[in-house]
Antibody
């Protein structure tokens, strides 16, 4: 069955960077787009960006441009999301989600809590 | 980049039908049949319920249906059940090749 397994919770100081990983299994890795979505405590979902694992091409939400980098390693079937210049407003659960089409999220990871605190 | 607009909350009694709206613009909902709906229960990851406006993934009950008119998409849940109580989010593809979510709607089953 399809599984997206994310790395564990992180605690970071303001100004630092965080890198979250997402390992995919149960499907052809390069056939599904991979998105990153975050959810601040008690808030809604926010789309951050997408990678085409086949081509490695990315598209990011405007508000994260310059601060987010999404990469993939096809040999390990992992996708990474790195977010820099963290502030307390980046405290959230970060999800990876894969979709057969770039416009939807068929499968979700379990989420990774990133806490930014001094 | 504004989020899509959803009502903060809706409610209904078991067996009734409820509809959740999702209003966007001509740059997203109005221009693309790429609207999806997700169900999220507390402490869990979202689950895809509807894709491309009105298609249900395998395993999603046919009580869930989707539609679109102009810049507004809708999710209708008929024969409401207690297990349907959750937060619901819409999302849409945008002309900038990005995606956007709605603010979410809390469904309460009375």
């Amino acid at each position: 069955q399809v599984q997206l397994v994310q790395s564990g919770a992180e605690v970071k100081k303001p100004g630092a960077s965080v890198k979250v990983s997402c390992k995919a299994s149960g499907y052809t890795f390069t056939n599904y787009y991979m998105h990153w979505v975050r959810q601040a405590p008690g808030q809604g979902l926010e789309w951050m960006g997408i990678i085409n694992p086949s081509a490695g091409s990315t598209t990011y939400a405007q508000r994260f441009q310059g601060r987010i980098t999404v990469t993939r390693d096809t040999s390990t079937r992992k996708v990474y999301m790195e977010l820099s210049s963290l502030s307390s407003e980046d405290t959230a659960v970060y999800y990876c989600a894969s979709g057969i089409a770039r416009s939807r999220f068929d499968y979700w990871g379990q989420g990774t809590l990133v806490t930014v605190s001094s | 980049q504004s989020a899509l607009t959803q009502p903060p909350s809706v409610s209904g009694s078991p067996g009734q039908s409820v509809t959740i709206s999702c209003t966007g613009t001509s740059s997203d909902v109005g221009s693309y049949n790429r609207v999806s709906w997700y169900q999220q229960s507390p402490g869990t990851a979202p689950k895809l319920m509807i894709y491309e406006v009105s298609n249900r993934p395998s395993g999603v009950p046919d009580r869930f249906s989707g539609s679109k008119s102009g810049n507004t998409a809708s999710l209708t849940i008929s024969g409401l059940q207690a297990e349907d109580e959750a937060d619901y989010y819409c999302s849409s593809y945008r002309s900038s090749s990005t995606l956007v979510f709605g603010g979410g709607t809390k469904l309460t089953v009375l």
